[in-house]
Protein backbone atom coordinates (compact mmCIF):
# COMPACT_ATOMS: atom_id res chain seq x y z
CA UNK A 1 0.00 0.00 0.00
CA UNK A 2 0.82 3.25 -0.67
CA UNK A 3 1.62 5.47 2.47
CA UNK A 4 2.99 9.04 3.20
CA UNK A 5 3.77 9.58 7.31
CA UNK A 6 3.42 12.70 9.01
CA UNK A 7 6.39 14.03 10.40
CA UNK A 8 5.19 13.09 13.58
CA UNK A 9 5.49 9.44 12.99
CA UNK A 10 8.39 7.82 14.30
CA UNK A 11 10.88 7.62 11.43
CA UNK A 12 11.89 3.93 12.42
CA UNK A 13 8.09 2.85 11.76
CA UNK A 14 9.05 4.17 7.55
CA UNK A 15 11.97 1.23 7.76
CA UNK A 16 9.66 -1.28 8.73
CA UNK A 17 6.52 -0.64 6.57
CA UNK A 18 8.92 -0.76 3.66
CA UNK A 19 10.28 -3.53 4.95
CA UNK A 20 7.04 -5.07 5.03
CA UNK A 21 6.36 -4.31 1.71
CA UNK A 22 4.75 -0.76 1.62
CA UNK A 23 5.45 1.84 -0.55
CA UNK A 24 6.22 4.67 2.45
CA UNK A 25 7.40 8.33 2.19
CA UNK A 26 8.13 10.33 5.48
CA UNK A 27 7.36 13.76 5.46
CA UNK A 28 9.76 13.91 8.62
CA UNK A 29 12.68 13.62 5.63
CA UNK A 30 11.19 16.74 3.58
CA UNK A 31 13.48 19.98 3.80
CA UNK A 32 10.24 21.70 5.27
CA UNK A 33 7.65 20.70 7.37
CA UNK A 34 4.44 21.61 5.39
CA UNK A 35 1.30 22.37 6.99
CA UNK A 36 -1.72 19.93 7.53
CA UNK A 37 -3.40 20.97 4.80
CA UNK A 38 -0.50 20.96 2.33
CA UNK A 39 0.12 17.39 3.53
CA UNK A 40 -3.69 16.00 3.14
CA UNK A 41 -3.25 17.35 -0.58
CA UNK A 42 0.22 15.57 -1.18
CA UNK A 43 -1.11 12.88 -0.07
CA UNK A 44 -4.11 12.74 -2.18
CA UNK A 45 -2.81 13.81 -5.07
CA UNK A 46 0.04 10.90 -4.73
CA UNK A 47 -2.57 8.42 -3.98
CA UNK A 48 -1.07 7.63 -0.14
CA UNK A 49 -2.93 7.09 2.80
CA UNK A 50 -1.60 9.75 5.34
CA UNK A 51 -0.83 7.97 8.62
CA UNK A 52 -0.57 10.13 11.44
CA UNK A 53 -0.96 10.95 15.39
CA UNK A 54 -2.88 14.24 14.80
CA UNK A 55 -6.49 14.22 14.98
CA UNK A 56 -7.16 17.50 12.63
CA UNK A 57 -6.89 15.37 9.72
CA UNK A 58 -9.97 13.62 10.17
CA UNK A 59 -11.69 16.83 11.46
CA UNK A 60 -10.43 18.30 8.36
CA UNK A 61 -11.68 15.52 6.24
CA UNK A 62 -14.86 15.75 7.98
CA UNK A 63 -15.86 19.32 8.55
CA UNK A 64 -14.08 20.67 5.99
CA UNK A 65 -14.42 18.14 2.94
CA UNK A 66 -10.78 17.93 1.93
CA UNK A 67 -10.09 14.83 -0.40
CA UNK A 68 -8.19 12.22 0.91
CA UNK A 69 -7.43 8.41 -0.35
CA UNK A 70 -7.69 7.35 3.42
CA UNK A 71 -6.00 8.67 7.04
CA UNK A 72 -4.98 6.19 9.54
CA UNK A 73 -4.30 7.60 13.19
CA UNK A 74 -2.23 6.35 15.36
CA UNK A 75 -3.35 6.97 19.22
CA UNK A 76 -2.34 5.87 22.68
CA UNK A 77 1.18 3.71 21.32
CA UNK A 78 4.51 4.00 21.64
CA UNK A 79 6.91 5.44 19.21
CA UNK A 80 8.53 1.83 18.42
CA UNK A 81 4.91 -0.05 18.30
CA UNK A 82 3.71 2.07 15.53
CA UNK A 83 4.60 0.20 12.48
CA UNK A 84 3.16 -2.75 14.56
CA UNK A 85 0.09 -1.02 14.87
CA UNK A 86 -0.02 0.30 11.41
CA UNK A 87 0.71 -3.45 9.88
CA UNK A 88 -2.17 -4.69 11.76
CA UNK A 89 -4.74 -1.90 10.23
CA UNK A 90 -3.43 -2.37 6.85
CA UNK A 91 -3.55 -5.92 7.36
CA UNK A 92 -7.24 -6.21 8.10
CA UNK A 93 -8.65 -3.16 6.74
CA UNK A 94 -6.89 -2.07 3.66
CA UNK A 95 -9.90 -1.60 1.06
CA UNK A 96 -11.54 0.34 3.61
CA UNK A 97 -8.99 2.68 3.77
CA UNK A 98 -8.11 2.29 0.16
CA UNK A 99 -11.51 3.48 -0.03
CA UNK A 100 -11.22 6.66 1.63
CA UNK A 101 -12.18 5.10 4.95
CA UNK A 102 -10.56 7.29 8.42
CA UNK A 103 -9.63 4.98 11.03
CA UNK A 104 -8.51 5.32 14.21
CA UNK A 105 -5.83 2.66 15.53
CA UNK A 106 -4.85 2.53 19.48
CA UNK A 107 -3.64 -0.95 21.36
CA UNK A 108 -7.06 -2.93 21.63
CA UNK A 109 -9.47 -0.71 19.71
CA UNK A 110 -10.15 0.29 16.47
CA UNK A 111 -13.24 2.67 14.76
CA UNK A 112 -13.71 3.24 11.43
CA UNK A 113 -15.42 5.62 9.08
CA UNK A 114 -15.96 4.59 6.05
CA UNK A 115 -15.84 7.03 2.75
CA UNK A 116 -19.31 8.74 2.42
Same mark, same amino acid.
Given at each position: ?????????????? #??????? &?????????????? #???????? &??? %??? $?????????????????? &?? %?????????????? *?????? $??? &??????? %???? *?????????? *???
Amino acid at each position: MKLLLDACIWSGAR #DELTSAG &HDVLWAGEWPENPS #DEELLRQA &HQA %GRV $LVTLDKDFGEWAILRGLR &HC %GILRLVGCRARQQA *TLCRRV $LTL &HAEELAA %GAIV *TAEPGRLRIR *TAE
